[in-house]
């Protein structure tokens, strides 16, 4: 579970980032350049244990993850979690780039900066949900995912001044405490099963 919320928390920030960057440039450039900087990201890792480390064992499944992203759920299951963004990354960076192409304007250094961040963030966050899927089952991770609106509407409101709503307010402390109530029930429930 707590993976899932580390995951959940890293991907808000990574929407908030991307939210303020797709204001300045096309929202395909930016999804190009999230990508390219998540695998530039991952590359020193890359470097360090060999490319064959991160060869797939399914290329064709990998591929049309990235082509297919939100249908590739079902991927999320195969290969180790460092392998899975890596390829993540390579392949959705290739599928962008042409259309990132056709509306291309120069970023600037700190808009480069903050693409380097978001792959950063993305490439962390990807890792920290497989991560979850790999060490529980997801139908326990899955309460857990409440919590991103509560990321997502405080960062909102500190970097957008989206003020949320009182409904949204008394749902995410709702969420917030079901969720806090629940990862304490099931570790008891672990503790007992010992």
Not at 43 to 58: K, T
Request: aromatic share 16%; with cysteine.
């Amino acid at each position: 579970m707590l993976w899932t919320a580390l995951a959940g928390l890293i991907f808000s920030l990574l929407n908030a980032t991307m939210r303020w960057l797709a204001l300045e440039l096309h929202p395909f450039q930016t999804q190009f350049l999230r990508y390219l900087c998540g695998a530039m990201v991952m590359l020193p890792l890359i470097l360090r244990s060999g490319f064959a480390s991160y060869r797939p064992n399914h290329w064709p499944g990998q591929l049309w993850r990235g082509a297919l992203h939100t249908l590739g759920l079902s991927l999320w299951f195969y290969d180790r979690p460092e392998v899975i963004v890596v390829w993540q990354s390579i392949t959705v960076t290739l599928f962008s780039f042409p259309m990132a192409w056709f509306v291309w304007k120069h970023p600037t250094g700190i808009q480069w900066f903050w693409f380097l961040v978001c792959g950063a963030l993305g490439s962390a966050a990807h890792y920290c949900l497989t991560r979850s899927f790999e060490v529980s089952d997801i139908s326990s991770t899955q309460s857990v995912k409440f919590l991103d609106l509560v990321w997502a509407s405080l960062l909102g409101w500190l970097m957008f001044s989206d003020i949320p709503a009182r409904a949204t307010l008394i749902g995410a402390l709702v969420i917030l405490g079901s969720t806090i109530w629940l990862a304490r029930r099931e570790s008891r429930r672990r503790l007992e099963g010992r």
